[in-house]
T-cell receptor, first 115, second 111 residues
Framework: ETGVTQTPRHLVMGMTNKKSLKCEQHLGHNAMYWYKQSAKKPLELMFVYNFKEQTENNSVPSRFSPECPNSSHLFLHLHTLQPEDSALYLC??????????????FGPGTRLTVT | GNSVTQMEGPVTLSEEVFLTINCTYTATGYPSLFWYVQYPGEGLQLLLKATKADDKGSNKGFEATYRKETTSFHLEKGSVQVSDSAVYFCALAVYGGKLIFGQGTELSVKP
């Protein structure tokens, strides 16, 4: 595997379910990110991790719970979601969060539908 | 605050015509600027970047120049192809590793 991978690619869940999204990067990066992409809205940054430590929580509801066990893996645990949480969830990585010139590398995303 | 504004889409063009997608930004300091592209069903891919004023980023026939005086980073291509159909995002980087994205511009190129 190369780059940034995400599983599953598609997920349908009920509002009472608990599920997790997984992201893995094979680039040797130290920073990882979760974004939410909804139709007709700009990408929304949700969480940032740098060297496994959370450095940003962009006022995300507690029904989204991130986990970063090491610099290569990032999870997003989901529980009691709402229909408006249906979106494409994108994971990204970068060498670190310091400096302004580092680009972020994105995974293909998980298309989440909450019923 | 920091923000990015892109031209509204969708933009529909015929193959081989000139493309411009406008992007302007508001930022404190001197951010790096990026263009990302998202093909249907995929994540975002970095298309090009510029890290300081007057820098020109280029890739796959696309170009954008970092214009500090007009706070702009317009994307251009001399001759678009059907395969360029995608959504294009302008973004700026701020401290803390955050990217601020524009709303995206959908491009559709017809043969």
């Amino acid at each position: 595997e190369t780059g940034v991978t995400q599983t599953p690619r598609h997920l349908v869940m009920g509002m009472t379910n608990k599920k997790s999204l997984k992201c893995e990067q094979h680039l040797g990066h130290n920073a990882m990110y979760w974004y939410k992409q909804s139709a007709k809205k700009p990408l929304e940054l949700m969480f940032v991790y740098n060297f496994k430590e959370q450095t940003e929580n962009n006022s995300v509801p507690s029904r989204f719970s991130p986990e970063c066990p090491n610099s290569s893996h990032l999870f997003l645990h989901l529980h009691t979601l709402q229909p408006e949480d249906s979106a494409l969830y994108l994971c990204a990585s970068s060498p670190s969060t310091s400096g302004l010139s580092y680009e972020q590398y994105f995974g293909p995303g998980t298309r989440l539908t909450v019923t | 605050g920091n923000s990015v504004t892109q031209m509204e889409g969708p933009v529909t063009l015929s193959e081989e015509v000139f493309l411009t997608i406008n992007c302007t930004y508001t930022a404190t300091g001197y951010p790096s600027l990026f263009w990302y592209v998202q093909y249907p069903g995929e994540g975002l891919q970095l298309l090009l970047k510029a890290t300081k004023a007057d820098d020109k980023g280029s890739n796959k026939g696309f170009e954008a120049t970092y214009r500090k005086e007009t706070t702009s980073f317009h994307l251009e291509k001399g001759s678009v192809q059907v395969s360029d159909s995608a959504v294009y995002f302008c973004a700026l980087a701020v401290y803390g590793g955050k990217l601020i994205f524009g709303q995206g511009t959908e491009l559709s190129v017809k043969p």
